[in-house]
Nanobody
Framework: QEQLVESGGGLVQAGGSLRLSCAAS????????MGWYRQAPGKQRELVAT???????DYADTVKGRFTISRDSAENTVYLQMNSLKAEDTAVYYC?????????????WGQGTQVTVSS
C-alpha cells in the first residue's frame, strides 16, 4: 500500500525553526504536486505550501517569507522549512501528494505531524 511518512514535528519556542519531511513510497509515481496543509484545533484544514514537479511553489499569505517548501524528486521527498515560528502556526501538519495523468489522478495524505509553538 502506497503511503506518505512524515517526520520533524515537535515543540518549539516562538521565533524558532522546524523542518518537516515527508517521504512518499517509491510506488507513488508520476507525481505532479507535493504540498503541506495544516489544521489547528477547531479550524478547517488549510493550505500551507505546494511545489509542482517543475519546481514552482505557492504559499499561503500567512507563511510567505517564513516557510520554504522544497523537494527531492529522486527520493520522492518533500520538505517544509519553517522559520520565525509563531504561536498561530501551531497545528497538525499534513503532507499531500497528487500523482497520475491522462485523466486519472490520485491524492495521497500523510498521517499528520504535530507542530506546537509556545509563546
Amino acid at each position: 500500500q502506497e503511503q506518505l511518512v512524515e517526520s520533524g514535528g515537535g515543540l518549539v519556542q516562538a521565533g524558532g525553526s522546524l523542518r518537516l519531511s515527508c517521504a512518499a513510497s517509491k510506488g507513488i509515481v508520476s507525481i505532479n504536486l507535493m504540498g503541506w496543509y495544516r489544521q489547528a484545533p477547531g479550524k478547517q484544514r488549510e493550505l500551507v505550501a505546494t511545489i509542482t514537479s517543475g519546481g514552482n511553489t505557492d504559499y499561503a499569505d500567512t507563511v510567505k517569507g517564513r516557510f520554504t517548501i522544497s523537494r527531492d524528486s529522486a527520493e520522492n521527498t518533500v520538505y517544509l522549512q519553517m522559520n520565525s515560528l509563531k504561536a498561530e502556526d501551531t497545528a497538525v501538519y499534513y503532507c499531500t501528494v497528487e500523482a497520475g495523468g491522462s485523466g486519472t489522478y490520485y491524492d495521497y495524505w500523510g498521517q499528520g505531524t504535530q507542530v506546537t509553538v509556545s509563546s
